[in-house]
T-cell receptor
């Protein structure tokens, strides 16, 4: 199947690190993505990782990719209240023959002041 | 990048009626997509809007229920037909830029409530 799984909720204190996990299914995806959805807004691309990389760091964001286990994670350092949102991982399987995305179930991050 | 607008931003509709949602992009793009996000759920792809030809629908979605138009490379519409309360969702359009990392840019969404 094409299920991309995430834990539903995560709650952290301001200043702590957040780790959001994702398990995907299709190893053909060239890129894997993390999107952020704030209340009442569309989705915004946060970061992505190329499938032949293990790690990518972008300011407070660190993406780790374990291709063997098809596991992707997003670490947010020094989490702020403005990081409260829903985070979606997404894959774009090249086997589909299209450029469509398959989104994960989404993780709602709540940052406590 | 691409800037995408959607109209309406929200609507409340009666059962059995239809609503057409518009998606406008500020530049010409090849790929346009329509997604549904049901309350508390993830995004599900409805269809790929193809310019000059019929949309490509995903499993579980049919043209009679969700007719799509794509008259040019900057505009598309999605109609939700014969609505029922189960159609209450956020509908989002997105565009894909094939160059680079295949990033998709999303519109702000249309929040639909069907009574």
């Amino acid at each position: 199947g094409e299920d991309v799984e995430q834990s539903l909720f995560l709650s952290v204190r301001e200043g702590d690190s957040s780790v959001i996990n994702c398990t995907y299914t299709d190893s053909s995806s060239t890129y894997l993505y993390w999107y952020k959805q704030e209340p009442g807004a569309g989705l915004q691309l946060l970061t992505y990782i190329f499938s032949n990389m293990d790690m990518k760091q972008d300011q407070r964001l660190t993406v780790l990719l374990n291709k063997k286990d098809k596991h992707l994670s997003l670490r947010i350092a020094d989490t702020q209240t403005g990081d409260s949102a829903i985070y979606f991982c997404a894959e774009s399987p090249t086997t589909s023959g299209t450029y469509k995305y398959i989104f994960g179930t989404g993780t709602r991050l709540k940052v406590l002041a | 990048s691409a800037v995408i607008s959607q109209k309406p931003s929200r609507d409340i509709c009666q059962r059995g009626t239809s609503l057409t949602i518009q998606c406008q992009v500020d530049s010409q793009v090849t790929m346009m997509f329509w997604y549904r996000q049901q309350p508390g759920q993830s995004l599900t792809l409805i269809a790929t809007a193809n310019q000059g030809s019929e949309a490509t629908y995903e499993s579980g979605f049919v043209i009679d229920k969700f007719p799509i138009s794509r008259p040019n490379l900057t505009f598309s519409t999605l109609t939700v037909s014969n609505m029922s309360p189960e159609d209450s969702s956020i509908y989002l359009c997105s565009v894909g830029l094939l160059a680079g990392v295949n990033e998709q840019f999303f519109g702000p969404g249309t929040r639909l409530t069907v009574l």
